[in-house]
């Protein structure tokens, strides 16, 4: 089965710039999905489809997905975007939804 | 409005069983694929299983066998029927739509409920 790899945490002082990266084999081949998850929340997807944002998420949040990495950026960070993000595909080869481990964004 | 809202969560013995619901309102269940993730105490998302809007079902390795997803048209409600339970079932679960528009699907969750856990535990 298809496995995705995220780094367990990232930090970065507000008004600089995230990169969460997602790792898997040919990744770029697939469509990568980002979900923000705060604390005691339901995630929320942020990126879809590598770097489409839905209706709602600033503009700020951004994503793209090149050979085997897929990476969410987050400019100009605020406190506000302190959670835990996830990568998802979908394994056409198993028809499984497959997450990431996730990665914890701390902002200093 | 449209949501969705678990429930039947709870504590249960190891080797027990317990059926978790997902009421869903604003959309009609049977159009959609829908999906149980869950999420252990401080731990990753996991999906779990997924029925398509045709009816067919799919699950994990780690809970099939184990655990039955099905839905009921009329209450426009998803069902997880989990049994053999084990401690590392202990989880929030999650209800979840995957996106769609008409026939058009996309393979990501658009719509998640607020979960409800479920404790295995002696």
């Known amino acids: 089965s298809y496995v995705v790899t995220q780094t367990p945490s990232v930090s970065v002082a507000p008004g600089k710039t995230a990169r969460i990266t997602c790792g898997g084999n040919?990744?770029?081949?697939?469509?990568v999905h980002w979900y923000q998850q705060k604390a005691g929340q339901a995630p929320v997807v942020v990126i879809y489809?590598?770097?489409d944002r839905p209706s709602g998420i600033p503009e700020r949040f951004s994503g793209s997905n090149s050979g085997n990495t897929a990476t969410l950026t987050i400019s100009r960070v605020e406190a506000g975007d302190e959670a835990d993000y996830y990568c998802q595909v979908w394994d056409s080869s198993t028809a499984h939804w497959v997450f990431g481990g996730g990665t914890k964004l701390t902002v200093l | 409005e449209v949501q969705l809202v678990e429930s039947g969560g709870g504590l249960i013995q190891p080797g027990g069983s317990l059926r978790l619901s997902c009421a869903a309102s604003g959309f009609t269940v049977n159009s959609n694929y829908m999906s149980w993730v869950r999420q252990a105490p401080g731990k990753g998302l996991e999906w779990v299983s997924v029925i398509y809007s045709g009816g067919s079902t799919y699950y994990a390795d780690s809970v099939k066998g184990r655990f039955t997803i099905s839905r009921d048209n009329s209450k426009n409600t998803l069902y997880l029927q989990m049994n053999s339970l084990r401690a590392e079932d202990t989880a929030v679960y999650y209800c979840?739509?995957?996106?769609?528009?008409?026939?058009?699907?996309?393979?990501?969750?658009?719509?998640w409920g607020r979960g409800t856990l479920v404790t295995v535990s002696s």
């Open positions: 040919n990744i770029g081949s697939k469509s």
């Open positions: 979840a739509r995957d996106r769609a528009d008409g026939t058009q699907h996309y393979w990501y969750f658009d719509l």
């Open positions: 489809y590598d770097s």
